[in-house]
C-alpha cells in the first residue's frame, strides 16, 4: 500500500508541511525532511522551484528564486533524495509546476520518483482533464498519487468528479487566494470546511493556505483530516534557521 | 490542416488551459459564454459601434509610396498607429470590456509591457465607470514614464510587479494571482493572443476586424481581397494574429511573423522565441517558450517593451511549428534604422514593436508586383526617449 494511504488511516489529524527543496541552501533538503519526521510531521511536501509559480504568494516565490539561485535543479534534487528512503519512512510529495516535469520528460520524472521513494504529486498547473487523458496511466504505473485541489468556488458537479478519480486525499485550498496571504479563518471559511465535510467524499481531505499556527491547525483540522503549512513554515525557516524547526512543529501539534 | 483553434481549444497541438484549480472557475465560466456573447445581435452592434465612433475605424489601409519605390515592391501599410490610444490593442479591450460586463464583472485587472494594452485598458473602463488594476513590472514603469501617467491620468492604479525580470512576464503573472485572489468580481483583460483558452482564440477574433479590413480595402485599391505578403511583429501575438486572421487558412497569402533578437539572437539577451525557445507551459498556454533544460522560464530581452516576453501565443506556435508562416527575427539596431527610415520616407514615427516589422524588408526580397501589407500596429510617441538616446537626436 501507498505510504500516504495507510499514513491517512491512521488515527488522527496529520500535519503535512510544504517546504522549498534547496532553500535556505542548496544542500539542506534532506535535513530538513529528517529534521521534519523526527519532530512529529506526519507527511512531507517537497517543492519542486519555479521561476513562475502561479499559484504561490511572495513568501514561496521568494524562497524557489533564492532555490534556484543556490543551484536547485530537478536532476540535484533527485540526487539529494537518492537514499531519502534509508533515512525517513513518512510519505513524500513533490509539489511542483508542469513545466520543469515536463522538460524532464513526465514518464522519466514519475519512474525517478519511484526510484527514490516518492509516494505522490501535487502539480497546481496540470489540469484534470489533460491528466486523465495523457498522465493517468502513467503515473499509476509509478505508483504515484496524483493529488487534487479544490477552492471554495469549485462546484459540487466537479467536486465530485474529482473525489471520483482521487485515490488518495483532497487537498482543500482554504480561501480563495494563492498561499500565504491569510491569517485566521472567518465564518465564511468555516462555512466551506463544513460544507465540504457534509459531503462524505471517499477521499479524506487535508486543507491547505492559510494554516500558520496551532489554531489555524485546530480550526483547520476539525473539518478534515489534516492541515498542511507552507509559508509560515518557510518564514520560520528563513528567521530562524533549521535548528528550530522541532520548535516550530512542536508549537503546532503540541 | 487547419491553421485555427480546434474545439478542445487547441491549435495543432499548443494552447489549452494549464491553470490551477483556483482559476478553473473564471475561465470556465469564459469559455462556455465568450462565443455565444460574441454572437449576440446587441454585443456586434456595441462592439462595431464603439470601433467606429470611439476607436476611429476602419483604420486607413495606406500605400506607402516612396517606401515602395525604395524596396521596388508594393508596400500598403494596415494603419493602427492611428487608433485611438495608438495602437492596435485597443480593438481587443473594447471587446473584452462589453464581455466582462455581459458577465456582470465589476472589477478590471490587466496586465502591461510597453504599457500600450495598460493604457488601452484603463480607457475602456473610465469610458464604462469599471475600476482598473494594472499590473506593470517596475523596469518598464521606468522605461515607459509616459504611458504611466496616461494610465493614472485616466483613474487607472498602477502595481509595479517586483518579482522575476520586473517586466512583462512577471506583470501577467502578478495579474494572474489577483485573479485568483479575486474570483467573482473580477475580468482579467488580457494584453494578447496569450493565456489559457479561451483567451488566445477571443483575443484573435477580436483583433481580426483589422484583416477583415484589409480585404475590403485591398478590394478598393487592387481588385482583389489577398495580398501576397502580411507581415506583423510578434511579442504575444496580438496584432499578428489579427492581421491574419482572416488569410490563416489561404496558403497563397504568405505571412511573415518578426520577432526581436535584442542584441542578436545568440547574444543571450534576446527575446526570439521561435528560434530559442522549445515547447512548454507559460501563462496557462501549452506553446514555445524560452527556458532552461530545466523548464524555468528564462528572462528575455528587447529594446522594445512590447516584444519583451519569452513565450508567443499558440497559435503562432503551431504556425511556426506547421511552417505556415515565417518567422524572421530583427535585432535592436536593425529595427531602430528601419523605424527612423519609415519617419523620414513616409512622415510616420512607428512604435518600436512596429519598427520590427519594417526591418523585414531588407532581410527579403519582393518581387515588384507583390503587394505586401505591413501592420504598422502602434505610433512611436511612447518611444520618443529610447529613438533620441538611441540615435543620440
Ligand atoms: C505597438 C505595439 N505593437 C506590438 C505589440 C506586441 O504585442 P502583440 O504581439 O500582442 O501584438 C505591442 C505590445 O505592447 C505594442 O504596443
Not at chain 2, 263 to 277: F, P
Request: hydrophobic residues 35%; neutral net charge.
Amino acid at each position: 500500500m501507498n505510504r500516504i494511504n495507510k499514513k491517512l488511516k491512521e488515527d488522527k489529524k496529520l500535519l503535512s508541511i510544504y517546504f522549498t527543496a534547496g532553500y535556505p541552501t542548496l544542500n539542506d533538503t534532506v535535513t530538513i525532511i529528517e529534521k521534519l519526521e523526527k519532530s512529529g510531521t506526519d507527511m512531507i511536501e517537497i517543492g519542486l522551484p519555479f521561476s513562475d509559480p502561479l499559484a504561490d504568494g511572495p513568501t514561496i516565490q521568494a524562497s524557489s528564486t533564492q532555490a534556484l539561485k543556490n543551484g536547485m535543479t530537478t536532476n540535484v534534487l533527485f540526487k539529494q533524495l537518492k537514499d531519502i528512503r534509508q533515512r525517513v519512512s513518512i510519505p513524500l510529495i513533490i509539489m511542483g509546476y508542469f513545466n520543469p516535469m515536463l522538460q524532464y520528460g513526465v514518464e522519466a520524472f514519475c519512474k525517478k520518483c519511484q526510484d527514490v521513494g516518492i509516494d505522490g504529486l501535487i502539480i497546481p498547473d496540470l489540469p484534470v482533464d489533460v491528466y486523465n487523458e495523457k498522465y493517468k496511466a502513467v503515473f499509476e504505473k509509478y505508483g504515484l498519487i496524483n493529488v487534487f485541489l479544490i477552492t471554495p468556488q469549485t462546484s459540487e458537479k466537479r467536486i465530485n468528479f474529482i473525489d471520483s478519480i482521487s485515490n488518495g486525499f483532497i487537498y482543500m485550498v482554504s480561501s480563495a487566494s494563492v498561499t500565504g496571504s491569510n491569517s485566521g479563518f472567518g465564518d465564511e471559511q468555516t462555512k466551506y470546511f463544513k460544507r465540504i465535510a457534509k459531503m462524505n467524499l471517499k477521499n479524506p481531505q487535508i486543507i491547505g493556505f492559510g494554516i500558520s499556527d496551532n489554531e489555524t491547525f485546530s480550526q483547520a483540522t476539525q473539518h478534515a483530516k489534516g492541515a498542511i503549512i507552507g509559508s509560515a513554515f518557510i518564514k520560520n525557516l528563513t528567521k530562524s534557521g533549521l535548528s528550530k524547526i522541532d520548535n516550530f512543529i512542536k508549537s503546532i501539534i503540541n | 490542416m487547419t491553421y485555427n483553434i480546434d474545439d478542445k481549444g487547441y491549435y495543432g497541438e499548443f494552447g489549452g488551459a494549464y491553470i490551477p484549480e483556483m482559476l478553473y472557475p473564471n475561465v470556465e465560466e469564459l469559455r462556455q459564454n465568450y462565443l455565444k456573447v460574441m454572437a449576440e445581435p446587441s454585443f456586434k452592434k456595441e462592439f462595431d459601434q464603439l470601433l467606429k465612433d470611439y476607436v476611429g475605424r476602419p483604420s486607413p489601409l495606406y500605400f506607402a509610396k516612396r517606401l515602395s519605390d525604395k524596396y521596388k515592391t508594393k508596400i500598403y501599410l494596415k494603419r493602427e498607429d492611428l487608433n485611438h490610444t495608438g495602437a492596435h490593442k485597443v480593438n481587443n479591450t473594447i471587446g473584452q470590456i462589453l464581455m466582462a460586463q455581459r458577465l456582470g464583472k465589476k472589477r478590471i485587472i490587466a496586465e502591461t509591457g510597453a504599457g500600450q494594452h495598460g493604457v488601452a485598458t484603463a480607457t475602456v473602463c473610465a469610458l464604462m465607470g469599471l475600476e482598473c488594476i494594472v499590473y506593470m513590472g517596475e523596469i518598464d514603469i521606468a522605461r515607459q514614464a509616459p504611458n504611466v501617467a496616461r494610465m493614472k491620468m485616466l483613474g487607472a492604479t498602477v502595481i509595479p510587479a517586483t518579482s522575476g525580470s520586473k517586466t512583462l512576464k512577471d506583470a501577467t503573472n502578478e495579474a494572474i494571482r489577483d485573479w485568483i485572489n479575486n474570483p467573482v468580481d473580477t475580468h482579467y483583460i488580457i494584453g494578447s493572443v496569450v493565456g489559457p483558452h479561451p483567451y488566445p482564440d477571443m483575443v484573435a477574433r477580436f483583433q481580426a476586424v483589422v484583416s477583415e479590413e484589409i480585404q475590403w480595402q485591398l478590394k478598393e485599391k487592387e481588385g482583389k481581397t489577398t495580398p501576397d505578403y502580411v507581415i506583423a511583429c510578434v511579442g504575444g501575438g496580438s496584432n499578428a494574429a489579427g492581421s491574419y486572421y482572416h488569410y490563416l487558412e489561404d496558403t497563397n497569402v504568405n505571412l511573415i511573423a518578426v520577432e526581436a533578437a535584442g542584441k542578436g539572437v545568440h547574444s543571450g539577451e534576446s527575446a526570439a522565441t521561435s528560434a530559442l525557445g522549445k515547447e512548454g507551459i507559460i501563462h496557462g498556454s501549452k506553446t514555445l517558450l524560452m527556458q532552461t533544460d530545466d523548464g524555468q522560464i528564462t528572462e528575455p530581452y528587447s529594446i522594445s517593451a512590447g516584444l519583451d516576453y519569452p513565450g508567443v501565443g499558440p497559435m503562432h506556435a503551431h504556425l511556426y511549428k506547421s511552417g505556415r508562416a515565417e518567422f524572421i527575427s530583427v535585432t535592436d539596431n536593425e529595427a531602430m534604422t528601419s523605424g527612423l527610415e519609415l519617419c523620414k520616407l513616409e512622415g510616420i514615427i512607428p512604435a518600436i514593436e512596429s519598427s520590427h516589422a519594417f526591418a523585414v524588408l531588407n532581410k527579403k526580397t519582393f518581387k515588384e508586383d507583390d503587394i505586401v501589407v505591413i501592420n504598422l500596429s502602434g505610433r512611436g510617441d511612447k518611444d520618443l526617449d529610447t529613438y533620441i538616446k538611441h540615435f543620440d537626436l
